[in-house]
């Protein structure tokens, strides 16, 4: 049995990836640890580097064999990179090798963590600002409109790409505010265990008035009133059938 954590990204993965996942006692943790760069499984390898084109479906189906030595453990592999392009891959792309791998375990569920999507969206914005949008000068509701890196905050689309990837049986999804709700904790209900963790949520402060700063500390014009609407609402418009599918598995 696995569990495939895909994201999305600005929903609390790495606090996830760095004070919960490594803690369950009853599941084997495969990666991605954090800080980034520091030692994963060969299994989550596989994963990822199979997810961007750079390993066969035989090589990263013989690593995952070979290392699956009980059928009946519980792993876990967290990678919120599956939904986000890259290596000229796109996110609907490696969700499909995602999907391919899983099939290889006997049982497999997918977890996949979201947010309000006016307020990821613009956090992904900022973080992603100088390698995607600089150059050509996009501004933040461009970006939400037109870009594909930004259809992950379309959650009709998103839910679209899962479906058609994993059986929707197979789907877990769960909000953003739940997680780090002590009350609700869906994580612990998921694994059956318990395990308290801090969440490092992001503070996004403006050194200046008007002004939002990326973490290469360059400075972007925060968004308008009327922006904010905007990206509000065309998002919602685009998380329709969404809503009303959580509502029937909730």
């Known amino acids: 049995m696995i569990y ?34 520091t030692a994963n499984s060969n ?29 009946s453990e ?12 890259s290596h000229g891959v796109t996110w609907v792309e490696k969700l499909e090798r995602v999907a391919e791998l899983a099939k290889l375990f006997n049982d497999y569920k997918v977890i996949i963590t979201t947010r309000e999507p006016t307020e990821a969206s613009l956090s992904y914005y900022i973080e ?9 000068g996009i501004t933040w509701p461009q970006a939400v409109r037109y870009s594909l890196d930004m259809k992950i905050y379309h959650y009709d689309y998103l839910l679209g790409a899962l479906q058609a990837c994993f059986n929707t049986a197979r789907l877990i ?26 969440n490092a949520k992001e503070n996004i402060t403006d ?3 008007g002004a939002i700063f990326t973490k290469q500390g360059i400075r972007i014009q925060a968004p308008s009133e009327n922006e904010i609407n905007e990206v509000k609402v065309h998002l919602e418009d685009n998380s329709r059938f969404f809503r009303e599918f959580m509502k029937r598995v909730s």
């Not at 999804?173 to 801090?198: C, G, T």
């Open 4 to 37: 495939i954590h895909v994201g999305l990204p600005k929903t609390g993965t790495t606090a996830l990836q760095k004070h919960f996942f490594p803690r369950l006692k009853n599941s084997r943790y495969l990666g991605v640890s954090q800080p980034r760069g």
């Open 207 to 209: 050194k200046e008035p």
């Open 74 to 85: 519980k792993l876990v592999l967290s990678e919120e990179m599956f939904t986000v392009s």
């Open 173 to 198: 999804i769960l909000q953003y505010a739940d997680i780090f709700d002590k009350q609700k904790d869906p994580m612990s209900n998921i694994f059956q265990e318990e395990v308290r963790f801090i």
């Open 43 to 71: 299994i989550y390898k596989a994963f990822q580097i199979y997810s961007i084109g750079g390993m066969t479906y035989g090589d990263a189906e013989r690593t995952i064999l070979k290392e699956v030595k009980d059928p």
């Open 128 to 136: 992603c600002y100088n390698k995607l949008f600089k150059k050509n």
